[in-house]
């Protein structure tokens, strides 16, 4: 069971905008920045949006993150095929100094 | 261009130690984390540990007992031993630039090493 909750799957239709979920606690979301990754089918993960609401250069403005409290989300805008993947968070747990992902949450595309 | 390369045995026996190395191409080791991040077939990810430039190491609690995260900036790579290993060990290995409060930027490919006799 993973310290920070995700929903096991979302969906939306293209051209939509669907949020993913992620709960957690004082010791990690509650304390520290959220982190989101993306993992198409069969490949490696891909840092999408760092320090809670950042994107690294490449990664279109549709995908958004944001926090409040001890739950963070992420935002996918303007849904597109290519966007069916498995969204993982991620943070820092400073009281059991590890760090901490979601169960992952499939996105499909419908 | 930073690149991450994982290799080593794609199959271990029970009881015996994983052995894994990243070759870190495009990138200082200096001011930086490396971990290892592990994910089981269909499951999610699972951070295993990190060493940072100075050869400091923090491990997943889960893990300890078994992990041993190191550095050989002479070759440019970090290395991962699990020792004890089970069948629930089984699982695709990635090395990741991150930790300590710092992202996981870059991604090896991953390697999938199997525990079985």
């Known amino acids: 069971q993973s310290v920070l909750t995700q929903p096991p799957s979302s969906s939306g239709a293209p051209g939509q905008r669907v949020t993913i979920s992620c709960s957690g606690g004082?010791?990690?979301?509650?304390?520290?920045?959220l982190y989101w990754y993306q993992q198409l089918p069969g490949t490696s993960p891909k840092l999408l949006i760092y320090?809670?609401?950042q994107r690294p250069s490449g990664v279109p403005d549709r995908f958004s993150g944001s926090k409040s409290g001890t739950s963070g989300s992420l935002a996918i805008s303007g849904l597109r095929p290519e966007d069916e993947a498995d969204y993982y968070c991620?943070?820092?747990?400073?009281?059991?100094?590890?760090?901490?992902f979601g169960g992952g949450t499939q996105l499909t595309v419908l | 261009q930073v690149q991450l390369q994982e290799s080593g045995p794609g199959l271990v026996k029970p009881s015996e130690t994983l052995s894994l190395a990243c070759t870190v191409s495009?990138?200082?080791?200096?001011?930086?984390?490396w971990s290892w991040i592990r994910q089981a077939p269909g499951k999610g990810l699972e951070w295993i540990g990190y060493v940072y430039n100075s050869g400091n190491t923090t491990y997943s609690p889960s893990l300890k007992s078994r992990v041993t995260i190191s550095l050989d900036m002479s070759k440019n790579q970090f290395s991962l031993k699990l020792r004890s290993v089970t069948a629930a060990d089984t699982a695709v290995y990635y090395c990741?630039?991150?930790?300590?409060?710092?992202?996981?930027?870059?991604w090896g490919q991953g390697t999938l090493v199997s525990v079985s006799s």
């Open positions: 495009g990138a200082s080791f200096n001011n930086y984390y």
């Open positions: 004082s010791s990690n979301i509650g304390a520290n920045s």
């Open positions: 991620a943070t820092w747990d400073g009281k059991l100094r590890a760090w901490v």
């Open positions: 320090k809670t609401d």
């Open positions: 990741s630039r991150g930790g300590g409060g710092i992202a996981f930027d870059y």
